[in-house]
């Protein structure tokens, strides 16, 4: 079945790793995907990874993916005050392009 | 700036009524999605339409409907409205919206609340 979860709430220094976490429960998730979510805006997509890959590194941002353990993380490196905002992690399967979300993390970042 | 253009921002209005969500999808895109964001159920999929024609269905319920018109925009018919509908509405496109992955771009929404 579809289920994403992760932690509610995460708090960080300006300059420090964030580490935002997310477990799914369905294996046949093909693309796993990671979007930000700023007051008053939509969504917009950080970054994606496919399920057959345990890593993707884009600028400040890496992507782990332990599809033993169904677990998926977002590493945000020299975290910025900009950075605050929800953070979603997504799923979704071959030939369905509906995105399963997870509950959201809010990050906040303080200087 | 998504190129996903979304009205109204806001919406207020009472239980009972009925209201109407607009899209216009990016230039180009085929595919138009819904999802509602609520504080109980999350973000959620609603219902996909590709080129006119109903492709996916989520949890949409039967007091919702949408269409998606020749010029690809498309909208959310919300009818019979509860206080529980109160959420964010967001719509989202994608050049195809099947076959292979590719990236839905997200409008920046239509905040509604029933009274």
């Known amino acids: 079945g579809e289920d994403v979860e992760q932690s509610l709430f995460l708090s960080v220094r300006e300059g420090d790793s964030s580490v935002i976490n997310c477990t799914y429960t369905?294996?046949?998730?093909?693309?796993l995907y990671w979007y930000k979510q700023e007051p008053g805006a939509g969504l917009q997509l950080l970054t994606y990874?496919?399920?057959?890959?345990d890593m993707k590194q884009d600028q400040r941002l890496t992507v782990l993916l332990n599809k033993k353990d169904k677990h998926l993380s977002l590493r945000i490196a020299d975290t910025q005050t900009g950075d605050s905002a929800i953070y979603f992690c997504?799923?979704?399967?071959?030939?369905?392009?509906?995105?399963?979300f997870g509950t959201g993390t809010r990050l906040l970042v303080s200087p | 700036d998504s190129g996903v253009t979304q009205t109204p921002k806001h919406l207020i209005t009472a239980t009972g009524q009925r209201v109407t969500l607009r899209c216009s999808p990016r230039?180009?895109?085929?595919?138009v999605y819904w999802y509602q964001q609520s504080l109980d159920q999350g973000l959620q999929f609603l219902i996909q339409?590709?080129?006119?024609?109903?492709?996916a269905k989520g949890n949409i319920l039967e007091r919702f409907s949408a269409q998606q018109f020749p010029d690809l925009h498309s909208e959310l018919n919300l009818s019979s409205l509860e206080l529980g509908d109160s959420a964010l509405y967001f719509c989202?496109?994608?050049?195809?919206?099947?076959?292979?992955?590719?990236?839905?771009?997200f409008g920046p929404g239509t905040r509604l609340l029933v009274l």
């Open positions: 230039s180009g895109d085929l595919s």
């Open positions: 997504a799923e979704s399967y071959a030939g369905f392009q509906k995105l399963v």
């Open positions: 369905d294996s046949s998730s093909t693309y």
């Open positions: 339409y590709y080129n006119g024609e109903e492709r």
């Open positions: 990874i496919f399920s057959n890959m």
């Open positions: 989202a496109s994608s050049p195809r919206g099947q076959g292979e992955w590719e990236t839905q771009y």
